[in-house]
């Protein structure tokens, strides 16, 4: 176990503990966040002035604050030769490509085939990066999101790209298709997100128990689609552009279904609904597409040692890809032809 100590000066004095610690291993680069520091206070690796500590207390000038960080414990994961679709690659970072169906990281119960053992075995040397069992890792897509991603390196890439996300410095672009129209051709949705109150494995922006968190998401229809079910029924579905500038747990999934427009495939936040007199099945092909259609188009970042914006694009996922395709051929009203938009302009503030 490695000890570090840190005396309190003039600029640091009254801060809580937990912040202290977690602004002295980078000024919030997050190479240590507030919520780790909170863990080591609370396992009783900190002391003050060489006595018991609480994350709430306010440090005093001149304190005496010792941390006994753990060391990183060897992450017992096997890197296997799995498939990687490589974007972009230099000696500081990895931008790939994610697949649908493929967890970023080991979690109880799955120890292979995840993006961490394909990384381990591209990046042998990169075991070491970012603690246990998640080498390199910076941020997270669902295992059914696919899209691109970026993985530091070394221990320069990772506090660089940690910042990056935290003062939400980094530009992420998504695609998904979601059943209904939209209320308009673009907004933003500002509800704070949380546990949901009756359901503890999912998330919530108007049905949350407890603490909750700052959300944002903005949005843009690319195109609608009507497609007739029956002689005088159709089913809407729209295909959108979303700019998250917060990233809470499946922020985008739940700000959606709570505006009423789930993502088509979405078993946890969306529903399964019962179809009759779909035209060629294509209604039912939607209905049970066998993932959430959400895609990360596009991700945006300043480079880690040059400072260079760079913009890295994924294209769509063949099976979101096919859909759409089915969805532009079984249209010939006017309504699927609407000229895209632009997410970066004119939004209009839906949130509550």
Same mark, same amino acid.
């Given at each position: 176990?490695?000890?570090?100590?840190? @005396? /309190?000066?003039?600029?640091?004095?009254?801060? *809580?503990?937990?912040?202290?610690?977690?602004?002295?291993?980078?000024?919030?680069?997050?190479?240590? $966040?507030?919520?780790?520091?909170?863990?080591?206070?609370?396992?009783?690796?900190?002391?003050?002035?060489?006595?018991?500590?609480?994350?709430?207390?306010?440090?005093?000038?001149?304190?005496?604050?010792?941390?006994?960080?753990?060391?990183?414990?060897?992450? %017992?994961?096997?890197?296997?030769?799995?498939?990687?679709?490589?974007?972009?690659?230099?000696?500081?970072?990895?931008?790939?490509?994610? !697949?649908?169906?493929?967890?970023?990281?080991?979690?109880? %119960?799955?120890?292979?085939?995840?993006?961490?053992?394909? &990384?381990?075995?591209?990046?042998?040397?990169?075991?070491?990066?970012? %603690?246990?069992?998640?080498?390199? @890792?910076?941020?997270?897509?669902?295992?059914?999101?696919?899209?691109?991603?970026?993985? !530091?390196?070394?221990?320069?890439?990772?506090?660089?790209?940690?910042?990056?996300?935290?003062?939400?410095?980094?530009?992420?672009?998504? +695609?998904?298709?979601?059943? %209904?129209?939209?209320?308009?051709?673009?907004?933003?949705?500002? *509800?704070? @997100?949380?546990?949901?109150?009756?359901?503890?494995?999912?998330? $919530?922006?108007? *049905? &949350?128990?407890?603490?909750?968190?700052?959300?944002?998401?903005?949005?843009?229809?690319?195109?609608?689609?009507?497609?007739? @079910?029956?002689?005088?029924?159709?089913?809407?579905?729209?295909?959108?552009?979303?700019?998250?500038?917060?990233?809470?747990?499946?922020?985008?999934?739940?700000?959606?279904?709570?505006?009423?427009?789930?993502? &088509?495939?979405?078993?946890?936040?969306?529903?399964?609904?019962?179809?009759?007199?779909?035209?060629?099945?294509?209604?039912?092909?939607?209905?049970?597409?066998?993932?959430?259609?959400?895609?990360?188009?596009?991700?945006?970042?300043?480079? /880690?040692? $040059?400072?260079? *914006?760079?913009?890295?694009?994924?294209?769509?996922?063949?099976?979101?890809?096919?859909?759409?395709? !089915?969805?532009?051929? $079984?249209?010939?009203?006017?309504?699927?032809?609407?000229?895209?938009?632009?997410?970066?302009?004119? +939004?209009?503030?839906?949130?509550?």
């Amino acid at each position: 176990m490695a000890t570090e100590r840190f @005396i /309190v000066d003039d600029s640091s004095a009254g801060l *809580r503990l937990d912040l202290f610690i977690a602004r002295c291993y980078g000024a919030a680069t997050a190479l240590m $966040s507030r919520a780790g520091a909170q863990k080591l206070i609370e396992a009783g690796h900190v002391s003050v002035n060489g006595g018991g500590a609480k994350a709430s207390s306010r440090v005093k000038l001149h304190d005496r604050i010792e941390i006994r960080r753990p060391e990183v414990c060897e992450i %017992g994961l096997v890197a296997e030769a799995l498939p990687l679709n490589i974007l972009y690659e230099d000696q500081d970072i990895l931008v790939i490509d994610k !697949a649908a169906g493929m967890v970023v990281h080991p979690a109880a %119960g799955r120890v292979s085939g995840t993006l961490v053992n394909a &990384v381990l075995h591209h990046c042998p040397d990169i075991a070491g990066i970012g %603690g246990e069992r998640r080498p390199g @890792i910076v941020h997270r897509l669902d295992k059914d999101t696919s899209g691109v991603m970026v993985v !530091a390196k070394n221990d320069l890439a990772l506090r660089s790209l940690l910042e990056q996300f935290k003062s939400r410095t980094v530009q992420k672009e998504y +695609l998904a298709i979601v059943h %209904g129209a939209m209320a308009g051709a673009r907004g933003e949705i500002d *509800r704070a @997100i949380g546990r949901h109150r009756s359901d503890r494995k999912r998330m $919530s922006s108007v *049905r &949350v128990t407890g603490k909750s968190r700052a959300a944002t998401t903005q949005w843009a229809v690319e195109k609608n689609y009507a497609v007739p @079910i029956g002689a005088r029924e159709v089913a809407r579905y729209g295909l959108v552009r979303l700019l998250p500038r917060t990233g809470r747990t499946h922020q985008i999934r739940v700000h959606l279904a709570d505006l009423g427009h789930p993502l &088509v495939g979405d078993g946890v936040y969306g529903r399964r609904r019962a179809v009759v007199g779909q035209r060629d099945g294509l209604v039912a092909l939607i209905e049970n597409f066998p993932r959430h259609a959400l895609h990360a188009e596009k991700l945006s970042f300043d480079h /880690v040692r $040059s400072g260079a *914006r760079l913009s890295f694009p994924a294209p769509l996922a063949a099976d979101m890809a096919n859909l759409l395709a !089915a969805l532009d051929g $079984s249209m010939t009203s006017a309504e699927s032809q609407r000229p895209r938009t632009s997410v970066h302009s004119g +939004l209009t503030r839906l949130g509550v």
